[in-house]
């Protein structure tokens, strides 16, 4: 059985950090794109980072420069690094993994930034 579990959200200050983490089991990560995807209320969720088994990455244009998405293969985990919080960073976020015609998702961690 596959799970993803995401753990690290919580309450932030703006211009703070956070490190997500994205538990996985049941598959072997180094072999799947790994992405983390968030959805704030009342919007569509999105593509916040990716992170290719090649090991290019790609980021969205909000979070560019303050968010960075690593891989431990090892630990078959991944992380997002978020630093520099804004108030529209609060959302939930989601880990997806995903290779060819396969995807898994997990649950979500709730991240808000409030001062």
């Known amino acids: 059985q596959v799970q993803l579990v995401e753990s690290g959200g919580g309450v932030v200050q703006p211009g703070g950090s956070l490190r997500l983490s994205c538990a996985v089991s049941g598959i072997t990560v180094s072999l799947y794109t790994m992405g983390w995807y968030r959805q704030a209320p009342g919007k569509q969720r999105e593509l916040v980072a990716s992170?290719?088994?090649?090991?290019?990455?790609n980021y969205a244009d909000s979070v560019k420069g303050r968010f960075t998405i690593s891989r431990d293969n090892a630990k078959n985990t991944v992380y997002l690094q978020m630093n520099s919080l804004k108030p529209e960073d609060t959302a939930v976020y989601s880990c997806r993994a995903s290779y060819f015609g396969s995807a898994y998702w997990g649950k979500g961690t709730l991240v808000t930034v409030s001062s």
């Open positions: 992170h290719t088994s090649g090991g290019t990455t």
